[in-house]
């Protein structure tokens, strides 16, 4: 299979969000249902798509499934007539395992090479209570291996069940309490070390509880060292500007981290291992539902705010942590998925409506467009319930909020709407900020941006030329927001024709970036990027085609072939290979660009109107 796509449709708000994260993930310019099962259905590879949990009678799942022949369907059901209304060009069903391969697999589970016969007729008797259950049987085999003997387990199990069925519902219990009965055994044992004074399984419990409002895989440990980095910071500090860092968050965040490391929480329930940027932990997606289901509202209350907590806190102190936005993105909307506002119910306006801030912040960084308004509005509702509307923090939330919209309506084409809304943010605050704080100066940057993308390429350039002399002053020559700021007045200086200061701007802001950043970094890329339009505007499409060939391969090797950075670089080397005039890889890699672009983009899509009309210009020189 070209890839594998995982669909939990428990319900239709939680298959929704698949589908989203699964367009996401394919560079989708739309991420819904619709335009996935419609991407799947069209791209002519081989993929699989498990629907899981599809156990509504009622409810037509077929509006998930792909279109055509190239797309394997595995749907897992607890509805047996699903196979014969689902088939459509036939179906096999796969029931429980046989009595001896599910005994197997769970002697093999516990890691039990020489079995007696009283232990298989104990292996045998607990399958059974376990339906032969898959994930039950591997978790048991997981509990023996390193804390009971093989006959010992059935009696834990069933004092598990039993109170597990008192608290649910039969139905409930019916569908999940086999598989969360075992997991019970584990936490028990837990327990016990925990009353003995073993801090590492209340720290694990703890864990437990954290993870089940974050998503059920990839959370890197490098989230909790950076939180933890960044609370202790705030916990000692005295003056908010002390050090130049702009802080969202305050002491009462910091104060709600756990005070654990995630390495203690290795387990039969979260499995850790290394992922590059630390330890990566991961649930099997049932462990994770059961995590949250066992939890009371006080509990539920307590743990969300540790995760939120922990997720903002790894990312505050800039605005420029890339990498640190995409490890915590799926985590981010699994955390804000939730009814939030029973969580947050008691808890100070000012310290809610920041901490949502913050986790806007990386929404917006991540194209998490769809979400990101609600999170906004719920700033400003929170905002609203302060008292006493002269905190200055409060009105920096706030112009905050403006701000991340302001930059949302130029990004989705409403540029008018987003110059009036930036223009607002950036007048209040040259009235009451100096020229050199760094709000200002965002606010000023952000707004050339919309000029810019207005078409007022003029007065783009003119805040920029200011918003750059003062950061010359201010910032090191290798900061972030200073080259941003230079890398945007080398566009606008392009945007206007001035195309030979632009590529004097962007070859010393190159220069600085292939020095600090490494060569995959997306904004070394950007910078390389735009020096070879520059170049390709002066007319030196030599140069340019050989940085566009270097960014295009990295692209190529980092993005998905759908990501929209990746086709421009390709468009871009397409243009370049036809001022040289090799108008047949131009070509090619057109063709390459459009066929992407007119399964992902409507058809009134600048960018694929862009690139339809360079392959025709590029047939037409083709003869």
Request: with cysteine.
């Amino acid at each position: 299979f070209r890839g594998v796509f995982w669909i939990d449709c428990k319900d239709e708000k939680t298959a929704q969000a698949g589908f989203d994260r699964a367009g996401q993930l394919c560079g989708l310019a739309e991420a819904n249902v619709e335009s996935v099962t419609a991407w799947l259905s069209s791209t002519g590879d081989c993929w699989l798509l498990i629907i899981d949990n599809a156990d509504d009678p009622n409810f037509d799942y077929a509006a998930y499934f792909p279109s055509g022949e190239e797309c394997t369907i595995i749907v897992t059901t607890r509805n047996p007539d699903s196979g014969k209304k689902y088939s459509t060009v036939g179906h096999k069903a796969l029931d429980q395992l046989e009595p001896y391969l599910a005994t197997d697999l769970l002697l093999r589970a516990a890691d039990r090479q020489r079995v007696e016969v009283y232990e298989r007729e104990a292996a045998k008797h607990i399958v059974e209570e376990l339906s032969r259950h898959t994930l039950a049987i591997l978790h048991a085999g997981a509990y023996i291996s390193q804390l009971c003997e093989t006959n010992e387990y059935l009696e834990l199990y069933q004092k598990q069940r039993d109170r597990l069925f008192k608290n649910k519902r039969e139905q409930e219990y019916s569908t999940y309490g086999t598989v969360h009965a075992t997991f019970e055994v584990s936490v028990e044992h837990l327990k016990a070390l925990c009353s003995k004074g073993a801090e590492d399984a209340g720290d694990a419990l703890d864990l437990l509880n954290l993870l089940a409002f974050t998503h059920y895989e990839g959370y890197f440990e490098l989230i909790l060292g950076r939180a933890a980095e960044h609370a202790q910071y705030l916990l000692q500090r005295e003056d908010s500007a002390s050090d130049g860092r702009e802080w969202t968050l305050s002491s009462f965040h910091a104060v709600q981290l756990p005070q654990y490391s995630p390495r203690t929480a290795d387990g039969p329930e979260v499995s850790a291992q290394d992922g590059g940027s630390g330890t990566v932990l991961s649930m099997h997606p049932l462990v994770h539902q059961w995590a949250l289901e066992r939890q009371d509202l006080s509990s539920r209350k307590n743990s969300w705010w540790q995760a939120s907590s922990a997720l903002a806190l790894s990312c505050q102190g800039g605005r420029e942590f890339d990498s640190v936005y995409e490890i915590v993105r799926s985590h981010v909307r699994a955390c804000l998925n939730h009814q939030i506002e029973m969580y947050v119910e008691g808890k100070p306006g000012l310290d809610v409506a920041a901490l949502l801030l913050q986790l806007a912040w990386v929404q917006f960084a991540m194209y998490n467009d769809g979400s990101l308004r609600a999170t906004l509005r719920a700033v400003r509702v929170h905002l609203k319930k302060i008292k006493g509307r002269a905190i200055a923090h409060n009105d920096t939330l706030e112009l905050d909020s403006y701000l991340i919209e302001g930059q949302l309506l130029g990004r989705q084409g409403n540029t008018k709407e987003a110059v009036k809304m930036l223009k607002q943010v950036v007048a209040i605050r040259e009235q009451t900020l100096p020229e050199t704080h760094p709000d200002r100066l965002v606010s000023q940057h952000e707004l050339a941006g919309a000029y810019m993308a207005n078409g007022d390429n003029k007065r783009a350039a003119e805040m920029l030329e200011h918003v750059v002399a003062i950061q010359e002053q201010t910032l090191p020559e290798t900061h972030p927001r200073r080259l941003a700021s230079q890398h945007e007045l080398a566009r606008a200086y392009m945007a206007n024709g001035d195309n030979k200061r632009a590529a004097e701007m962007l070859e010393q802001v190159v220069a600085i970036k292939e020095q600090t950043l490494p060569e995959t970094h997306p904004r070394r890329l950007a910078s390389q990027h735009e020096l070879a339009r520059a170049y390709m505007a002066n007319g030196d499409s030599k140069r340019a085609a050989e940085i566009f060939k270097h960014v295009v391969a990295i692209r190529e090797q980092t993005l998905p072939e759908t990501h929209p950075n990746r086709l421009v670089s390709q468009h871009e080397l397409a243009r370049a290979y036809m001022a040289n005039g090799n108008s047949k890889r131009a070509a090619e890699m057109l063709e390459h660009v459009v066929a992407i672009e007119e399964q992902t983009l409507p058809e009134t899509h600048p960018s694929r109107l862009a690139s339809q009309y360079a392959l025709a210009r590029v047939y037409e020189l083709n003869g």
